[in-house]
């Protein structure tokens, strides 16, 4: 399975009217956070394929629409008035664990916590966010033969692809959760590649990490899980 792996900001070679050309041989599309909502609205109407996204913590016009928390409790009749939700065409996965055909998907998004702003996490913070998805990995384990495939998040691990700086370093509970649950693949954007031979991929135990900065596409039946593009 090709997969389209996005993030942080909009590609020139996939927002084009050659996107088709390029990328339509992809079965899934992923986005790994800061990214505007009609960028992903684009994507699957010019691919017409599945997307499945996260947010990171830019671009969170939206992240009301799909987090209860965020949303303003009382408007002034005093009852809830959420924002109207709008389709775009991707499917949220945050917090959450999905399927798509026999691929099993698991999100968590946001980045280390350096300032009052939202879907920003301590060490803690994302811990638990990542214990409220084990009931869903313990069925998928039990009726599926395996946890999970594919960790999608925005920020990187600790000390795999992360910054120096509090707001790009990764988090310590990503490294646990790929020995834990051995996922094939941990996708993540946040940290820019302004490089072109920066390197993208880094093998950590079973798992591959792959930085998908603007864009990068992925193999999952590939030996080492790279595509050419």
Not at 27 to 54: E, T
Not at 56 to 69: F, K, P, T, W
Request: net charge neutral; glycine share 10%; hydrophobic share 40%.
């Amino acid at each position: 399975m090709k997969i389209l792996c996005i993030s942080d900001e909009r590609d020139t070679l996939v927002y084009s009217d050659r996107v088709k050309s390029r990328f339509g041989d992809v079965d899934l599309v992923l986005g790994a956070g800061d990214l505007d909502l009609d960028y992903y609205s684009f994507i699957v109407s010019s691919l017409n394929k599945p997307l499945f996204f996260v947010f990171g913590n830019h671009n969170l016009a939206n992240i009301s629409d799909y987090r209860r928390e965020y949303r303003e409790t009382f408007a002034n009749d005093g009852f809830l008035h959420p924002h109207e939700f709008q389709s775009y065409g991707a499917t949220y996965v945050g917090g959450k664990v999905l399927r798509f055909g026999n691929l099993i998907i698991a999100g968590l998004g946001g980045s280390m916590k350096y300032n009052d702003g939202q879907n920003q996490f301590t060490e803690t913070g994302m811990f638990l966010n990542a214990l409220r998805l084990l009931p869903a990995l313990i069925f998928n384990r039990i009726f599926h033969g395996r946890y999970v495939d594919i960790l999608l998040t925005h920020a990187s691990p600790q000390g795999i692809q992360d910054g120096d700086d509090r707001p790009h370093r990764g988090f310590k509970v990503f490294l646990w959760f790929m020995r834990a649950f051995k996922p094939s693949f941990l996708v993540h954007g946040h940290v820019h590649l302004y490089d072109i031979n920066a390197p993208r991929f880094a093998r950590y135990g079973r798992t591959m990490v792959v930085n998908a900065y603007e864009h990068v596409v992925i193999d999952t039946e590939a030996p080492d899980g790279r595509a050419q593009h």
